[in-house]
């Protein structure tokens, strides 16, 4: 019973407006964004895990450039890493404290378990402000490669948190 309070409170904090304090970005803010995943057997036999991590700045009170940096290791069988860097512009609409956006981005993929190769792609997602500075993140991203051949891209998908500042 007790959990089911807990979870209850926090969604309602989650979803009910917050009042006393302004949310969003605005020209000149910069934002850090962390999130990640993982996933093993239960004898930790098979195993893989990745991050993302973001910095972004508001050129406008809308529009963000970031740059993304993701990183995975998977040891199923053999050990193996992979990583893509990429720049991104993302349009943010101003909804109060959810905040959705669309962008495009290019970067580069690299590493053991993968072709390196340029990609390019289109995102969407949202960020909803849990305070003036702290924010949750939802993003799925949809990435081809730009480099020709077999080309059935691939999507990333990202749960984090991320922070505001100026």
């Known amino acids: 019973m007790l959990t089911r309070v807990v979870v209850a409170a926090g969604i309602l904090c989650l979803i009910l407006p917050a ?31 990745s991050f993302q991590g973001a910095l972004g700045y508001f050129f406008t009170d809308n529009i963000e450039g970031l740059v993304r940096q993701d990183l995975a290791f998977a040891n199923v069988g053999d050990s193996s890493w992979s990583a893509a860097t990429r720049v991104a512009l993302d349009y943010n609409f101003d909804m109060g404290r959810v905040w959705p956006f669309v962008g495009a981005g290019l970067g580069y993929i690299y590493g053991d378990d993968v072709d390196d190769s340029w990609v390019g792609g289109i995102q969407g997602g949202a960020r909803v402000f849990v305070n003036q500075t702290t924010y949750v993140l939802g993003m799925a991203e949809y990435e081809f490669l730009l480099d020709g051949g ?17």
């Open 150 to 166: 077999d080309n059935d891209g691939r999507w990333v998908f990202s749960l984090g948190i991320g922070f505001r500042w100026q």
């Open 19 to 49: 009042s006393g304090f302004a949310q969003g970005f605005s020209q000149g803010d910069k934002t850090f964004e962390l999130s990640g995943t993982g996933t093993a057997e239960n004898d930790f036999d098979n195993s893989a895990f």
